[in-house]
């Protein structure tokens, strides 16, 4: 069982990274192109729409996903019922925000919003008729299907904004770039999916899942409001390019965090909801470890190359973006390893310990910015990363009493990741600061840093680089004698 959870787990990152990153690869080919042709005040308009388009999808959603993975004896009745609802709640959402869009618009000061909302707000209608299908999926660990779902999605949607963009069409590109991404994942989820829907449902099943689920849907809501709090505040007391600043330097780090976080999310929770409880511990720590081996390098790597990369890729009219880029990267760093211990709730069944870690963070979160906006917008960003990486130590609390983890494992399992990364990253940085060219200096920061993190954890025979080392060749080996 233990070598069964560990092989689908193995293979399951495998999928969710190569996927993941090829994904976040072509949003990052597109989205260069895209911010060289548009202007800090497009992307200062969808900014401002951003939250409200989350939590109605979070509500449509209604953490059935999750509470479905964690049913073990799972019926199409299950997945009829969670169509329905989920659909049905799509539907009434639309036409209530469809109605209230006036308001948002008079929010913002900004009346340009009312159409452009009333179509971005499609998206979430259009992906409730795939949430019961998404959710076979997940529960199958069906990730090779996803990951084909989401990167033909990716490519033909950023190639439809490219072409809306470079026609003049402005920030309508970016919406429906949106749009078009959540209509052909929906659609591919439902071609890759056994489950098809028809019409002879019971609302008992969904009954059944509400105490998990309700709990993670309020989880969901705070984490959105925890995300998106600082595009709401700037967008109603800054300008709509401060939002476009900001909204760039978050989507960048975003796309580094969730190349990482999204392809442990596709393996962790059904790997763990199937493991033993004398397994829990040991594949736990195994995937925290893996985790930060792969963030911290990768995050904290990226807010050192942050002013180069803002100026070689997108233009130094966005430089402004790289300072809050490199501040977001360091929650960035430890965003996935909070995953890990909040997909480990989850599979335990403990949505209302999850919802409180969550509801906490954002209370911490908006009460820090209240007290900073006013300072300027750096000062608001640092000071709610710091208390994000902070919350962990709550989490931490519940996940202790489910696995047994004690703070001296965790620090154990993933601080050495953190001071090594810490150390090349220094290193990368002395080596090219007196280098002259920005591509110079980019090369010289990514090789050292990576030189001197591989070879210090190569060194100090850590076990996960070795492990990694080792499943990849096994992958080749089996790559050339599938071709022999």
């Known amino acids: 069982m233990a070598e069964d959870l560990k092989q689908a787990a193995a293979k399951g990152l495998f999928w969710g990274g190569v996927s993941n ?3 976040q690869l072509l949003n990052l080919a597109f989205g260069i192109f895209l911010c060289r042709i548009l202007s800090e005040d497009d992307y200062g308009m969808v900014g401002m729409l951003a939250i409200f388009a989350a939590i109605a999808n979070a509500i449509q959603e209604s953490g059935f996903r999750s509470a479905i993975t964690n049913r073990k004896n799972i019926t199409h009745a299950d997945y009829n019922s969670v169509f329905w609802v989920s659909l049905g709640l799509g539907v009434v959402l639309y036409i209530i925000l469809f109605l209230s869009v006036p308001l948002i618009a008079d929010f913002f000061h900004t009346p340009e919003l009312v159409p452009l909302g009333r179509f971005l707000f499609l998206g979430f209608l259009i992906s409730s008729t795939g949430t019961a299908h998404n959710a076979y999926l997940f529960k199958n660990l069906k990730v090779k299907e996803m990951s084909k779902a989401t990167l033909l999605a990716t490519l033909v949607s950023g190639g439809v904004a490219l072409v809306m963009a470079l026609n003049g069409m402005a920030y309508w590109g970016i919406a429906t770039q949106n749009v078009v991404y959540i209509t052909v994942s929906t659609l591919m989820f439902w071609r ?14 969904v009954k059944e899942m509400l105490p998990f689920s309700s709990k993670l849907l309020i989880t969901t809501i705070f984490h959105l409001l925890n995300e998106n ?17 900001y909204y760039n330097g978050y989507k960048w780090t975003n796309t580094g965090t969730q190349t990482i976080s ?8 059904p790997v763990m909801s199937k493991a033993d409880d004398g397994d829990r511990l040991r594949v736990f720590c195994k995937l925290l470890e893996v985790t930060a081996f792969i963030s911290m ?11 180069e990369f803002i100026s070689i890729t997108i233009g130094d009219k966005w430089l402004p973006s790289a300072d809050i880029m490199m501040v977001l990267c360091v929650w960035g760093a430890f965003f996935p390893i909070c995953q890990v211990y909040q997909k480990q709730l989850l599979s335990a069944g403990k949505s209302g310990e999850m919802m409180f870690c969550v509801i906490s963070r954002c209370a ?3 009460a820090v910015v209240a007290l900073t906006f006013r300072y300027g917008i750096l000062t608001m960003v640092a000071s709610g990363t710091a208390a994000n990486v902070l919350s962990i130590l709550v989490v931490h609390y519940f996940v202790r009493h489910i696995n047994g983890l004690s703070l001296w494992m965790f620090f154990r399992a993933v601080f050495p990741f953190v001071i090594v990364a810490a150390l090349s990253v220094t290193a990368g940085y002395f080596a090219a600061c007196w280098l002259d060219g920005e591509w110079a200096r980019v090369a010289v920061k990514i090789a050292v840093t990576a030189a001197v993190y591989l070879g210090a954890l190569w ?6 680089m070795s492990e990694a080392v080792e499943f990849l060749r096994r992958m080749m080996q089996k790559k050339i004698s599938t071709k022999k």
Do not use: W
Request: proline residues 6%; charged residues 10%; aromatic residues 14%.
């Open 21 to 23: 990153g090829l994904q």
């Open 459 to 464: 060194v100090a025979r850590v076990g996960v």
């Open 297 to 307: 390098p990768c995050m904290i790597g990226l807010a050192l190359i942050a002013p």
């Open 364 to 366: 911490v979160q908006i």
């Open 192 to 205: 890759y999916s056994d489950f098809k829907p028809n019409f002879q449902f019971s609302l008992q099943p």
């Open 229 to 245: 709090f600082f595009t709401t505040l700037l967008g109603h007391f800054f300008t709509k390019k401060d939002v476009g600043y």
């Open 262 to 269: 999204l392809a442990i999310e596709n393996v962790m929770q």
